[in-house]
């Protein structure tokens, strides 16, 4: 107020139908896109590049994506659940990463509203937790649904990123298993954080995470059948993984979290046991407790939704890391880094389909080794 000494200026907002773009859900499939957002008001986006404009997401365009997947062993498969408008079932689906897409032809009864839903490993089902309805699955793509049996309604709904015969849910404090692709689940463990999310880590059956708020961060190993508290994390919000770190054979952790008394947004490279808050008191957002998500082929990228400003992004200082596309050959691989050049992997199979691959690489980087 000190410029306006003589209190003759008026302040006021004048935009007009302008709001916070709130991200609801995020997802970085192993190839493809390096991201996929679901955004309230105006259903998400196909992040084909983080540095140039991107491509909202086509029919059926929902008020808001609410939920979506990919399958972790076929990622050109993904689903994704939303908010829609009369006339627009809340399920779409694509078989090329998110550039095209249609509608599930059906939608169970009662559905109000989009919730969560899970893709199987193998792009074979998915299973669909609506709002206003039970939980569903289709191994048609949604040409038809089946209620699935001994899960409650409005239970969150994740993958097993391995076996594709297995998903889980969490509800009310209770975690569920099903091993038959989502047609019977069983509560496999009680007494959770009520408010919790959950993730399945990919390549690792049964290895899961979950996020239980002001309940901390917890982990099971054997599908669900139980959890142990990470004690070196007092809260947890959400919970996500991206490339291993060098010399780690585990995926990086990341979540918005309490730890040490601190709130931000951490990363640990050893399986939850320390931890390395990565952004600062200059980088806060209002709201980061709906979704994150580490990059999958590069080692510290992580997305952070917010409830205002959209998709926030980070990479670790000092370090570049530049967008790999893969083009195969029949006879090589070609890694094609941007403004680093090309480097060429190619790969020779002896001894038929079950024999050995010979590796050998030319035009790596400085520092970088096959």
Not at 14 to 21: F, H, P, S, V
Not at 42 to 51: A, P, Q
Not at 185 to 194: D, E, M, N, Y
Not at 283 to 298: E, F, K, L, N
């Amino acid at each position: 107020t000190t410029w306006d000494t003589e209190g003759q200026i008026t302040i006021s907002v004048k935009a007009q139908g302008l709001e916070e773009t709130a991200v609801l859900d995020l997802i970085s499939p192993p190839s493809g896109p390096p991201l996929l957002s679901g955004v309230g008001d105006i259903c998400g986006f196909r992040h084909n590049s983080l540095t140039t404009p991107t491509t909202m997401m086509g029919s059926p365009t929902f008020v808001s994506t609410t939920s979506l997947d990919y399958a972790e062993l076929s990622p050109t498969f993904i689903v994704r659940v939303g908010n829609a408008n009369a006339g627009t079932n809340r399920s779409g689906f694509s078989f090329d990463g998110g550039t095209s897409w249609f509608q599930g032809s059906t939608e169970p009864g009662g559905v109000t509203g989009g919730g969560t839903v899970a893709a199987a490993a193998n792009a074979s089902r998915v299973v669909w937790s609506p709002a206003g309805a039970q939980v569903n699955f289709s191994t048609n793509n949604g040409s038809s649904w089946t209620q699935s049996a001994g899960i409650p309604s409005g239970a969150r709904v994740g993958s097993d990123r391995v076996n594709p015969m297995k998903f889980y849910g969490f509800a009310n404090g209770t975690f569920y298993v099903s091993v038959n692709g989502g047609a019977n689940f069983t509560a496999a463990a009680p007494g959770l954080p009520p408010n919790s999310k959950f993730k399945a880590v990919p390549g690792r059956e049964g290895d899961i995470w979950l996020a239980g708020a002001e309940g901390g961060l917890w982990r099971s190993t054997n599908s669900g059948a139980s959890f142990t508290r990470v004690t070196s994390v007092e809260e947890a919000n959400t919970i996500g993984f991206g490339m291993a770190a060098p010399g780690q054979s585990y995926m990086a952790l990341y979540s918005s979290a309490q730890v040490n008394g601190v709130r931000g947004i951490f990363r640990s490279t050893d399986t939850g046991a320390t931890w390395v808050r990565i952004n600062d008191d200059q980088h806060q957002y209002g709201s980061t407790d709906a979704a994150i998500t580490g990059d999958p082929r590069v080692f510290g990228r992580v997305y952070i939704s917010t409830n205002g400003r959209g998709v926030i992004y980070g990479e670790p200082s000092g370090v570049s890391n530049p967008d790999f596309s893969i083009s195969p050959n029949p006879s090589s691989v070609t890694v094609n880094r941007g403004a680093s050049g090309t480097s060429t992997i190619t790969i020779t199979r002896t001894g038929g389909f079950t024999g050995s691959v010979a590796l050998s690489a030319s035009g790596l980087p400085s520092g970088v080794t096959a």
